[in-house]
């Protein structure tokens, strides 16, 4: 039969060793079930592997030789297409060369002196029976744009080059480009192409320096694996600086997270996910690039689990609350009290009142903050109609929108439903979606925004000029109010003429587009004036009001309703 004919031959091994005793070796542990070739150094190796390469099954290759060392050899198959099929063993006495080896291309160690026979011949058996199930797959082992191995193969590095190493501290890195989807939308996937592949290089370059192991993992993912170290900043400024001569104005900026000195060959993906979520902390925080997982991070994410368990029965009894904050329009003779915001709160029974700042980002994340949202809607407009029977008008508020929502195929349905089911129109719910919410799929987003407008519902946008959107890409959104970042308004010190241009620039765009803007995040009387001589319509901010429970925010109405009667009978 064909079959047992090829399992019975012999497959021909190529042992490279300058020493006579390790080739004598190999030949008394080797030879009883394979041919053997003996090479003494680098240059004979590569004769006989040039020679035998249809038919050579594996390589057993010293590192330190004489003429051409092992590194050589390594290097010179490695960028062989045809050679580098060819499974190499590497014999190193020496612990640090290993890892090199590894990012060479090397796919295991024999450590010298030599272990047990047994060991060797079971080491050697596995890596032909790998290569020959893995010549077919070869291809999956890098990633075609960056020259990087991919996930499995790296994990599968990663791991063996653990398990024979335990005392060797190493570290989980992965990298991250901020904001890479719109590198891709404003100048086009072949130049995201070529950002990773500069990476890519980047990273090959310095992990083969180091000795390290790089891969891409997905996307603008990479990790590396690599020996610790106190200090990454440099690394992360080397790759940062390969990025200069494509990041020109368009600011390509890396993020790093690093979870060090990993606890062994256990849960080797487990560590690089912390590493990961340490990377991903790092999202829109621009005076930081690196970041470690570290217990606070680690309290943070047990915490953060905590919550997402106990979102259902925080619902059911009643824990969130919805406070409202009032938007003032300006530019009167007084502040007149126009809408409010609802903004939700969490009375937790263990940790107290959390600030959405903890859970929005979380549920987000995970979808549950649709249940959250739904809920602060229904309050709202329960609470709007109560306020309009009480007070003989109507006070519009507006709600949050998250991007989850935005994806609901009964996002209309249900805010139509609220409105009916309570006596309103949809002028009096007006609807917040931030300025962010758009990045990923603006077209289709868009759209869906624009269909909420037609039923009547106003869109506020929420936290303009934090960045997210182009210029070219503000005329096409659906706005009915700009509200400007708060971050605008916390800039100006006294006497900064930028900062104070930058808001006036935003009310020109607003002007442009020939809607309201609502300042966020007003706290003094100066910052109030300043804007309604600038030409803002409304403020919102702790100089009016906190955000307040709505009993509270009720005596804001009744207070609105006195004036308004004052101002009525003179
Ligand atoms: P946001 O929509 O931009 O809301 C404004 C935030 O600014 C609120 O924080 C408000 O309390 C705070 N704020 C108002 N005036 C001032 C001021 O003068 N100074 C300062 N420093 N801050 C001021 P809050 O309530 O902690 O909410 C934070 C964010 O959480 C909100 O930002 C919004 O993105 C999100 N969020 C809040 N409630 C909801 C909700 O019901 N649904 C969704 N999806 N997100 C919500
Ligand atoms: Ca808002
Ligand atoms: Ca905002």
Redesign the pocket.
């Known amino acids: 039969m064909v079959f047992s004919d090829e399992l019975k031959t012999r497959r021909l091994i190529l042992v490279v060793d300058d020493q006579e005793i390790n080739r004598d070796l190999m030949e008394m542990f080797l030879s009883d079930e394979y041919d053997l070739l003996f090479a003494e150094n680098g240059r004979q190796a590569m004769e006989l592997i040039c020679a035998h390469q249809e038919m050579l099954s594996i390589v057993l290759l010293d590192l330190m030789m004489p003429v051409m060392d092992g590194f050589q050899v390594l290097a010179a198959v490695h960028e062989d297409e045809a050679l580098r099929r060819i499974p190499i063993i590497v014999l190193t006495a020496e612990r640090s060369a290993e890892l090199r080896a590894l990012q060479m291309g090397a796919a295991d160690f024999i450590t010298k002196p030599f272990d047990m026979h047994e060991i060797i011949l079971a080491r050697v058996a596995r890596i032909i029976e790998l290569s020959e199930g893995r010549t077919i797959i070869q291809t999956a082992e890098r990633d075609a744009l960056t020259g990087l191995y991919t996930g499995n193969f790296f994990f599968q590095y990663a791991e063996r080059f653990a398990r024979y190493h335990p005392d060797c501290e190493m570290d989980a890195v992965v990298l991250n480009i901020e904001r890479f989807h719109l590198v891709n939308d404003l100048y086009g996937r072949d130049f995201g192409d070529r950002v990773l592949a500069l990476i890519g290089a980047a990273i090959q370059e310095q992990t083969s320096e180091t000795g390290a192991i790089g891969c891409r993992m997905e996307a603008d993912q990479f990790c590396i694996y690599i020996r610790h170290s106190e200090d990454y900043q440099e690394l992360l400024n080397a790759l940062q600086s390969r990025l200069a001569p494509v990041s020109g104005n368009t600011r390509i900026r890396l993020r790093t997270g690093v979870c060090a000195k990993l606890e062994g060959v256990h849960d080797l993906r487990g560590q690089f996910d912390k590493a990961k979520i340490a990377c991903d902390m790092l999202r829109g925080n621009y005076s930081r690039n690196l970041m470690y997982y570290d217990m606070e991070l680690h309290h943070k994410e047990v915490f953060s689990e905590g919550l997402v368990n106990d979102i259902h029965r925080a619902v059911e009894q009643r824990q969130f609350q919805?406070?409202f904050?009032p938007k003032y329009a300006i530019q009167g003779t007084r502040p007149v009290l126009r809408s409010a915001?609802?903004?939700?709160?969490w009375k937790h029974p263990e940790y107290g009142m959390i600030?959405?700042?903890a859970f929005?980002?979380l549920?987000?994340q995970n979808g549950l903050?649709q249940t959250?949202?739904e809920?602060?809607?229904a309050e709202t407009a329960r609470q709007i109609a109560a306020w309009k029977a009480e007070y003989g008008f109507t006070l519009p508020v507006s709600?949050?929108?998250?991007r989850v929502?935005l994806y609901d195929p009964l996002l209309e349905e249900k805010l139509l439903d609220l409105v009916e089911r309570n006596g309103l129109t949809t002028h009096e719910l007006k609807l917040?979606v931030?300025e962010s919410a758009y990045t990923d799929d603006p077209e289709q987003l868009v759209a869906r925004v624009e269909r909420l407008r037609n039923l009547g519902f106003e869109i506020e946008m929420?936290?303009f000029g934090s960045g997210y959107s182009s210029l070219n890409m503000i005329s096409t959104l659906p706005i009915d109010v700009l509200?400007m970042?708060?971050k605008f308004?916390?800039n100006v010190k006294k006497g900064n003429e930028k900062d104070f241009r930058l808001i006036e620039l935003i009310l020109d765009i607003a002007d442009y587009l020939h809607v309201p803007v609502v300042a966020?995040?007003?706290?003094t009387a100066e910052q109030c004036e300043m804007l309604r001589q600038a030409g803002c319509s409304l403020v919102?901010?702790?100089?009016f009001s906190?955000?307040v429970p709505p009993a509270e925010f009720a005596l804001l109405i009744a207070k609105e309703q006195n004036e308004r009667k004052l101002e009525g009978s003179t």
């Open positions: 919805v406070y904050q915001e609802a903004l939700i709160r600030s959405p700042g929005v980002p549920f987000e903050i959250v949202d809920f602060v809607w709600v949050n929108l998250s929502d917040e931030t929420d936290d509200k970042d708060m308004i916390q966020e995040g007003v706290e919102q901010g702790y100089y906190r955000p």
